[in-house]
């Protein structure tokens, strides 16, 4: 049979290794984890369960692969190729170095990390309710305006004095920005910080930010665990929040993810962990 000279990359069973295959004509009937006799593909004595076929095939599909004759055939050369490689490493010893023995030993912890994550999840489901409450105390958090300002960060009270005492002289505030602030993100960009809700900010920066009035700077320089800050308002909005329906999932991933932080604090607590 003619083979189509189609390169590949799959990435096999958590991307822990790529091999590059050829595709065989997609004339070539899927065997469903079997060979073409009918029996299950054993290579040198072992054999390639249909389960570890199945994962292959849906990590694949997951990625974009389209399912078919086509892909499950490349899949099933790619775990012999595999197979056959992992077997000659155990041959020379390769897994009983310590440092690939850690590895084995990591990537199966992770494995299994994740199958329990999933399941505590299934079995610990984060009620509509509780994502609404969540949803709800998030907005109130955020608030109702946006801000648009700019400012100017330096190490000293001293220096943020003479910044100010320069602006009322009618320097440019976004030509200080550039040549004085230690944010040099911001800086470079003339002190712009764009558009943002006060719950985004430290506290004292956004504090001092919400008192002021549209096109006003700070008349004293603004104190915060990064430095002192020279701050401009230069916009206020409404803020659009996103829907509830629009941010659901990912609120209740978070959800998901800290019931199950919560759980391995407790598994932590109760363990016996010596010469930590």
Same mark, same amino acid.
């Given at each position: 049979?003619?083979?189509?000279?189609?390169?590949?990359?799959?990435?096999?069973?958590?991307?822990?290794?790529?091999?590059?295959?050829?595709? +065989?004509? @997609?004339?070539?009937?899927?065997?469903?984890?079997?060979?073409?006799?009918?029996?299950?593909?054993?290579?040198?004595?072992?054999?390639?369960?249909?389960?570890?076929?199945?994962?292959?095939?849906?990590?694949?599909?997951? @990625?974009?692969?389209?399912?078919?004759?086509?892909?499950?055939?490349?899949?099933?050369?790619?775990?012999?190729?595999?197979?056959?490689?992992?077997?000659?490493?155990?041959?020379?010893?390769?897994?009983?170095?310590?440092?690939?023995?850690? %590895?084995?030993?990591?990537?199966? %912890? @992770?494995?299994?990390?994740?199958?329990?994550?999933?399941?505590?999840?299934?079995?610990?489901?984060?009620?509509?309710?509780?994502?609404?409450?969540?949803?709800?105390?998030?907005?109130?958090?955020?608030?109702?305006?946006?801000?648009?300002?700019?400012?100017?960060?330096?190490?000293?009270?001293?220096?943020?004095?003479?910044?100010?005492?320069?602006?009322?002289?009618?320097?440019?505030?976004?030509?200080?920005?550039?040549?004085?602030?230690?944010?040099?993100?911001?800086?470079?960009?003339?002190?712009?910080?764009?558009?943002?809700?006060?719950?985004?900010?430290?506290?004292?920066?956004?504090?001092?930010?919400?008192?002021?009035?549209?096109?006003?700077?700070?008349?004293?320089?603004?104190?915060?665990?990064?430095?002192?800050?020279?701050?401009?308002?230069?916009?206020?909005?409404?803020?659009?929040?996103?829907?509830?329906?629009?941010?659901?999932?990912?609120?209740?991933?978070?959800?998901?993810?800290?019931?199950?932080?919560?759980?391995?604090?407790?598994?932590?607590?109760? +363990?016996?962990?010596?010469?930590?």
């Amino acid at each position: 049979m003619k083979l189509k000279q189609t390169l590949i990359s799959l990435s096999l069973v958590g991307g822990l290794l790529a091999l590059t295959i050829v595709y +065989a004509d @997609q004339t070539k009937q899927p065997s469903n984890g079997t060979s073409s006799n009918g029996k299950e593909i054993v290579v040198n004595g072992t054999p390639i369960s249909n389960e570890k076929i199945d994962v292959v095939l849906r990590s694949q599909e997951a @990625q974009g692969r389209p399912a078919g004759a086509q892909l499950e055939r490349a899949v099933k050369d790619n775990l012999i190729a595999l197979l056959l490689i992992s077997q000659e490493a155990e041959k020379e010893g390769l897994d009983k170095d310590p440092a690939n023995a850690a %590895q084995i030993d990591l990537t199966r %912890q @992770q494995i299994l990390a994740h199958a329990l994550q999933t399941r505590f999840a299934k079995e610990h489901p984060i009620s509509e309710s509780a994502l609404k409450e969540e949803y709800n105390k998030m907005k109130s958090e955020v608030g109702s305006k946006e801000y648009s300002a700019e400012h100017i960060l330096v190490k000293t009270e001293a220096e943020a004095k003479q910044i100010i005492a320069a602006l009322k002289k009618g320097e440019n505030f976004e030509k200080l920005a550039k040549e004085k602030s230690i944010d040099t993100g911001s800086g470079a960009n003339g002190g712009k910080l764009g558009w943002a809700a006060p719950s985004t900010f430290v506290k004292g920066f956004a504090d001092a930010m919400v008192k002021l009035k549209k096109g006003q700077t700070t008349e004293t320089p603004v104190q915060t665990q990064f430095g002192y800050h020279v701050i401009r308002l230069l916009d206020v909005r409404a803020l659009k929040a996103p829907s509830f329906d629009e941010v659901k999932d990912r609120i209740r991933q978070a959800k998901e993810q800290e019931a199950f932080a919560k759980m391995v604090e407790e598994l932590h607590s109760k +363990a016996k962990i010596e010469n930590n």
